[in-house]
């Protein structure tokens, strides 16, 4: 409180901070470097400095394993580069022209078949999505009950008495009825609640809903399930055994396609709401009606971060289906393009079977000369 009022205007004193002003004010000569002093806020700078120095020599040690992670990825990329200019060096040098087109056709009729199946994959998602939306709003509704109670705390005040003592001697006439002042203290107890609890009540509620929201396109989507059931597509309907097919092209396009998909991101601005709350209340509350105003306005707070949250839930699965739906697309109509561009290459080169094997072996070599200099 004292630290507040150092930083405002005496007319934009409450009540509680008028008297604290006032009774300062009767001791200082300085009414408002006293308050800072007494607010202390420098120690807590002191920390939080002392916190952001650790957080940026986090954040440097981090920044150093950048670099490796870079490498990582780099060499990764180039790995695929030359994983997939392998398989068609091999498919140019054990095949011919003719087997190229048998197995092309063979594909293409299965294809359609494929595209029936990921349909009904991704609709499973869907409703998954939906469900997930559905359990997440009445989890959240009855989570942020939680947040509404604040627990009573105990506090003591001390306080000051006198009493007059008489100071009279019967055989003293002039000391007849005189007195003196004495004191005593006594304690009593009584009970508050900080409205730093509400606080971090209220944000608590908004970083958990947060949280929870965010976690459930998690459960609805994993990334590794996907990708295994997206491959089951083509394991069902393609005989592995068979050379003609090189699944590991399909490999590739679903994970190509997966990598697509961003996970929502929810952000929710607490601090008008916290602001609110600290400029309506300040310090112990310990008035019953006080007390009563303090949890109506954090119920009342919480409740309109709940209508907040859903409208987030609903618009965050709305767009990531949307995005599911493009993936969808995307995937079925790789399946089919990047199937007959990959096998129109490949006839292509067959018509000059043996620059183009040499052009694949140059090719290869300079990727693999290249992930040495990484």
Known sequence: MAYNMSNKDTSEYNSEEENVFKAISKFSDNVFEDLKRLGNFAAVQEVFNSVVEKKEKILEERSKNFIPKGKEELIAKLNSFRDKANRKLIMLSDNEK?????????????????????????????????????????????????????????????????????????????????????????????????????????????????????????????????????????????????????????????????????????????????DKLVADFSGEITSYSEKSDLRNALAKAIDGFFDIMIGELEKSVKNFKESLKKVQEDIQKDFLENIENEFAEIVEKLENKEKEIKNYKTYISKLEDAEKCI
């Open 98 to 274: 003719e087997e190229i087109l048998e197995q092309k056709q063979a594909m293409k009729c299965q294809i359609d078949n494929i595209k029936s199946q990921i349909i009904a994959t991704f609709g499973e998602w869907y409703a998954k999505l939906e469900s997930e939306k559905v359990k997440a709003s009445g989890e959240i509704r009855t989570a942020s009950k939680e947040y509404y109670s604040i627990d009573e705390k105990t506090g003591t005040k001390t306080h000051l008495k006198k009493y007059q003592v008489s100071t009279s001697t019967w055989y003293k006439l002039w000391t007849w009825g005189s007195s003196r002042t004495e004191y005593y203290t006594y304690e009593e107890s009584y009970t508050y609640l900080a409205v730093a609890d509400a606080v971090d009540n209220l944000r608590n509620f908004v970083l958990d809903a947060t949280k929870y929201v965010e976690g459930i396109f998690n459960e609805a989507i994993n990334h590794k399930e996907m990708r295994r059931k997206l491959l089951n597509v083509v394991t069902d309907n393609f005989n592995l055994g068979d050379e003609k097919y090189d699944t590991a092209l399909f490999k590739i396009m679903v994970e190509n396609v997966i990598n697509k998909i961003e996970f929502p991101i929810i952000k929710v601005d607490s601090s008008s709401a916290i």
